[in-house]
């Protein structure tokens, strides 16, 4: 399938998780492109219905055959959009285009991976700690993961199993410690060896933000994936531009949709960035 095409796929279930997080999956034909964690995919039910524009959303996992594709969404309604992708049942068919963006790298020399997310960050990044537990490296998987309270815990019981370490704060202290993930990766952040580990965090753009602050000085490598609003997917509406910083150290503008969502965390200029929280990571509701 050619990236800048709608093709069609199939609900096989569409489960609520809570009253607002939901479990989505496809059938897609067999030209769907075998997927980089990190990607993502516009999707709208077939026809468009009252919400004409896709929403994006990211790839929590994916399982390929000479048959077709299975893809799972995990996502949560912030908005006219959401809800009526939440309305779908199984048999309904929807419109996709993907997979998108630029996803996670991992390095030859990474002997440990450490996973920093909160919201609906734990979407790319269990599906990247799933496929590196294929790969041949096969690094030690280190997990920070946040939210506000325990029910907005969503998919730890997938993501737990992938990881050596999984660390969880909530800021009631409703589970585990309390406080901000951030904080507790920087309470922990002298027992990893930046020579040797990676980290990729996925969350709400105030969590990375601080993240970078938290790094800055270090040479612990970082790739974030961030959130945006988006419209089109393919960089045509130029909506989901944000700042980066060049070689020279001027602004320049990269595209979240194509050149993104994932970039170094060095190279984004934080302080241009929205603090918008979206269903996915960078998403429209």
């Not at 524009?53 to 077709?68: I, K, M, Q, T």
């Amino acid at each position: 399938m050619k990236s800048k095409e709608m093709a069609p796929g199939e609900v096989l279930f569409n489960r609520a998780l809570t009253p607002q997080h939901f479990l989505l999956a496809l059938s897609l034909p067999p030209t769907f492109a075998r997927p980089v964690p990190g990607q993502f995919v516009m999707i709208r039910p077939a026809g468009g219905g009252p919400q004409l524009l896709s929403r994006p959303l990211s790839l929590y996992d994916h399982r390929g055959g000479r048959d077709g594709s299975r893809i799972e969404l995990l996502y949560r309604t912030v908005g006219a959009g959401t809800r009526q992708l939440a309305a779908l049942k199984a048999g309904e068919s929807v419109e996709i285009l993907g997979p998108l963006g630029r996803g996670f790298t991992l390095g030859p020399d990474v002997d440990e991976v450490i996973l920093l997310g909160g919201g609906m960050g734990v979407a790319p990044l269990t599906f990247f700690a799933e496929r590196l537990g294929r790969t041949k490296a096969h690094p030690r998987v280190v997990c920070y993961f946040g939210a506000g309270s325990r029910d907005d815990l969503i998919g730890l019981d997938r993501l737990s199993p992938l990881c050596s370490e999984l660390h969880i704060a909530t800021e009631d202290d409703t589970r585990g410690e309390r406080g901000v993930i951030t904080g507790l990766f920087a309470a922990r952040m002298r027992r990893h060896d930046s020579r040797r580990a990676a980290m990729y965090a996925c969350g709400p753009n105030p969590m990375l933000r601080t993240l970078s602050r938290l790094l800055a000085g270090t040479s612990l490598r970082c790739q974030v994936s961030v959130e945006e609003r988006m419209a089109c997917g393919i960089g045509a509406c130029l909506c989901c531009a944000t700042a980066v910083a060049t070689p020279g150290g001027q602004a320049s503008y990269r595209r979240v949709c194509c050149e993104g969502p994932v970039f170094n965390l060095r190279d984004l200029l934080w302080d241009a960035l929205s603090d918008r929280s979206g269903s996915r990571g960078c998403t429209s509701p």
